[in-house]
């Protein structure tokens, strides 16, 4: 995105290509701590040139945290490997109305015996930067070269941050990933990084032949998510601290140091690591069979 274009409507087009169950889309939020949270939401899409929904059926961090601080960022990508980037902002909810029986409507809830969507979620659109194609070329590119500096940077880690699966996860070059910061407006930014992979069980890095002017901006030592995901929906969130672009191997690459991850799969999201002691139930609910 060397030059960036700014728009701040959607257009026809834009709104029909967001319409298909059958897509990405990603939302960046704020958590408590002020650090950025990654989460997939496939229901995102523009009900108007100036407005985005997603609806809600299981529940998650994000809807917590969007309430508490509305500034997002959004991914969605379509198919066929058109993306549209940009900011919106939070403004309510509803639990009824046209967008909640549109969504209700769909196959996928409609035919759900079990759920359907409860809420929909409304933003403002801020500003969106246009359909982009995925650079597929540079982004092969960056994957061998990310392949070759993670092989020769490969050393001990002194704490199991990534756990075997993680790792295979993101190692695997076809899997989708997407990283977040927050930039110096205060709203979340995303940014495509399908090249990253392991280089340990603590360090994630990513050649910067794709998205790489985007990437050379980022200051080091700021808070960065990072969304793997693969396309039969199993996905990890991973969080840590950016340490900036580093030659590897004699290859440019960015290098986040993790120190937080989170299952954000159904039906029982939650911390992996740091662990999370157990904690013993100590109230007990009876059930009447009347």
């Known amino acids: 995105m060397t030059a960036k274009m700014i728009y ?7 709104i029909e290509s967001f319409k298909p169950a059958m897509k ?6 704020i958590n408590d701590e002020g650090l950025p949270h990654l989460t997939l939401l496939s229901s995102l899409q523009a009900s108007s040139p100036t407005q985005l929904t997603f609806g809600q059926f299981t529940e998650g961090l994000s809807k917590g945290f969007i309430k508490r601080n509305p500034k997002t960022a959004f991914l969605i990508m379509t198919l066929q490997k058109e993306v549209w ?53 540079n982004i092969i590119q960056a994957a061998v070269k990310t392949m070759i500096a993670r092989n020769l940077a490969r050393r001990p880690a002194p704490r199991p941050v990534l756990n075997l699966w993680t790792q295979e996860l993101m190692n695997k070059v ?60 199993e996905d990890v969130l991973v969080r840590g601290t950016y340490r900036g672009i580093r030659s590897i191997g004699g290859f440019r690459c960015g290098v986040l140091d993790v120190d937080w991850v989170y299952n954000s799969m159904p039906p029982v999201p939650g911390q992996i690591y740091p662990p999370l002691e157990l904690e ?11």
Request: no cysteine; aromatic share 14%; glycine share 8%.
């Open 8 to 14: 701040k409507t959607f257009s026809a087009s834009d």
């Open 24 to 29: 990405i889309g990603m939302l960046a939020t």
């Open 85 to 137: 980037r940009g900011k919106a902002t939070f403004t309510h909810t509803a639990k009824s109305g046209p967008e909640y029986e549109m969504y209700n409507n769909i196959p996928m809830f409609r035919y759900n015996a079990y759920f359907g969507v409860h809420t929909v979620y409304y933003l403002d659109l801020v500003e969106h930067y246009g359909k982009q194609n995925l650079p597929m070329g």
């Open 174 to 233: 076809d899997n989708l990933k997407f990283m977040a910061y927050i930039s110096d407006d205060g709203y979340p930014l995303i940014i495509p990084v399908i090249q990253a992979q392991a280089a340990s069980s603590e360090r994630i890095i990513f050649s910067t032949s794709a998205y790489g002017d985007e990437l050379a901006v980022i200051p080091e030592g700021v808070p960065m998510a990072l969304f793997g995901m693969t396309l039969n929906m």
């Open 280 to 290: 013993p139930v100590t109230v007990f609910t009876t059930v009447s069979s009347s």
